[in-house]
């Protein structure tokens, strides 16, 4: 296995807790909880710290790799059940990826494109990195967070025109705690992506040191879908925003500065192939990694064609519905991913501190690297 510099894995942890909110987030918080978007999120700073936490914990304190620690510490049979399951849950991520970006594009850019082209233009080079390694896949993430993302986030702030108005995240207060308490796991769900550093971290240069790019990471989430939500709610009020099918596309489209800069979505387009190949990519090597993990395969490149056709299968046939996307977004994946990258992780972090002996320090990870 090739090794990923901390910067890159920064990336890499980066890009996959942002792509799918900058995308959908507004949309579902401003459906949920209103105005109060930016409320959530300073709401789910605390258990999103805790996430990053129990990541670093397991990590340190484990020998194997990501579905492989399962088995370490849960036995064989626990372990290989539980690393099926997750197959299939970063399968999900996966096909989920797929499908929200055809949707983005369909539906604003090029509505009679045929799904299997537009798909095959998304999973071809994806395919091709994964099949070139870890390695290139990284250094590539490392370019698109370079370039997309300040190109993302200036296509946002481009959208505080004069018809902005700040008092559309007023009033605070008249919310339900229930609806909060939904966006907090909505948006925890989301940083909950950062399990795969459970199967890269091991592999970085610097291991020591994986606990501040991991925090580092996690800021840079909480400030970009802080800003994510804000926008589309001062400039459009969240009555508006919540029947945007992408708000943010709508703030690309409607960017009119003097007169002569206008028209700008094809850029939002451009930098949001970047961020959807990258989440694609990693997700789907896990994939595959876990599928050899836990098979016991000697290579997990032959799983690549194999999955590759599963989900374009897969994300066809979920396609032409939004509809019933945006249901899923909203009431079901979030639990998916909540229970098996958020709940799992910190039961398996308790089980490693009960059968851990007393006075053994942790760091087993970290220290041999």
């Not at 996959?16 to 709401?43: D, R």
């Not at 999103?48 to 370490?72: A, H, K, Q």
């Not at 990826?97 to 009679?112: D, E, M, R, T, Y």
């Not at 990195?129 to 993430?141: D, P, Q, S, W, Y």
Request: proline share 6%; net charge positive.
């Amino acid at each position: 296995m090739a090794k990923l510099t901390n910067i890159q894995l920064f990336c890499i942890l980066f890009v996959t807790m942002a792509v799918t909110p900058y995308q959908v987030l507004a949309k579902l918080l401003a459906a949920n909880v209103a105005q109060h978007g930016w409320v959530v999120i300073i709401g789910s700073i605390a258990p999103g710290l805790l996430l990053v936490w129990i990541y670093y914990y397991i990590l340190v304190n484990s020998r194997r790799t990501f579905p492989g620690m399962l088995e370490e510490h849960l036995g064989t049979l626990i372990g290989k059940a539980l690393g099926f399951v997750y197959i299939w849950v970063f399968f999900l991520v996966v096909v989920m990826s797929l499908v929200i970006f055809a949707n983005f594009f369909l539906s604003n850019v090029l509505p009679g494109m045929p799904i299997s082209i537009l798909l095959i233009f998304i999973i071809l080079p994806a395919f091709y990195a994964l099949r070139n390694g870890l390695e290139t896949t990284a250094r590539v993430i490392e370019i698109i967070i370079m370039t997309g993302y300040p190109l993302a986030m200036v296509l946002l702030f481009l959208g505080l025109g004069p018809e902005t108005d700040w008092s559309r995240l007023m009033p605070i207060g008249s919310f339900a705690m229930a609806d909060i308490a939904k966006g907090i796991m909505l948006v925890s769900s989301y940083c909950s992506f950062m399990i795969v550093v459970l199967t890269l971290g091991p592999f970085c240069h610097q291991p020591r040191l994986l606990w501040r790019w991991m925090l580092s990471a996690y800021g840079l989430f909480v400030f970009s879908v802080l800003v994510m939500v804000v926008i589309p709610i001062v400039a459009y009020g969240p009555a508006l925003t919540a029947v945007q099918t992408f708000p943010i596309f709508n703030i690309a489209r409607a960017t009119n500065i003097a007169g002569f800069i206008h028209n700008i979505e094809i850029i939002l387009v451009s930098a949001v192939m970047p961020g959807v190949f990258a989440i694609l990519a990693v997700f789907w090597f896990v994939t595959c990694y876990s599928i050899q993990q836990v098979f016991g395969l000697q290579d997990y490149r032959v799983m690549i064609g194999p999955t590759a056709i599963m989900a374009g299968i897969l994300a066809v046939l979920l396609v032409p519905n939004i509809h019933f996307l945006y249901i899923m977004l909203d009431q079901i994946f979030p639990w998916i991913f909540i229970t098996i990258f958020g709940i799992f992780p910190v039961i398996l972090a308790l089980v490693i501190r009960v059968k851990r002996p007393k006075g053994t320090p942790s760091g087993t990870t970290a220290d041999k690297k």
